[in-house]
């Protein structure tokens, strides 16, 4: 049974980090794309960040590339997602995402075969 854990969010004041972590079990981390979305209230959930199955190639939404690293760790199963210089506009529900693929990861969530149970991320102003 595939699972995805995200962990590592809350509260932090506008210009603070944070870094989100992915575990997977029941999958080879290797064989997947993975992406990081959030959803904030009343929006639609948006792509933010997203690597390749060896992590070497990497992908940001414009609102938070220079800000934001995605990066995994095969050998742990783990993703990670760095968060920094932080705005009261990236509070929002984060998801990662895995997606059965050796090319590009997606950026639409149909995309995607598992998700993780998302977690929040509030940022203050």
């Known amino acids: 049974q595939v699972r995805l854990v995200d962990f590592g969010g809350g509260l932090v004041q506008a210009g603070g980090s944070l870094r989100l972590s992915c575990a997977a079990s029941?999958?080879?981390?290797?064989?997947?794309?993975m992406g990081w979305f959030r959803q904030a209230p009343g929006k639609e959930r948006e792509f933010v960040a997203g690597n390749s199955w060896s992590g070497g190639s990497t992908y940001y939404s414009d609102s938070v590339k220079g800000r934001f690293t995605i990066s995994r760790d095969n050998a742990k199963n783990t993703v990670y997602l760095q968060m920094n210089s932080l705005k009261p506009e990236d509070t929002a529900v984060y998801y990662c995402?895995?997606?059965?693929?050796?090319?590009?990861?997606?950026?639409?969530?149909?995309?995607?075969?598992?998700w993780g149970q998302g977690i929040q991320v509030t940022v203050s102003s």
């Open positions: 995402a895995a997606q059965r693929t050796f090319l590009r990861p997606a950026v639409a969530v149909s995309g995607y075969d598992y």
């Open positions: 029941g999958l080879t981390l290797s064989s997947y794309a």
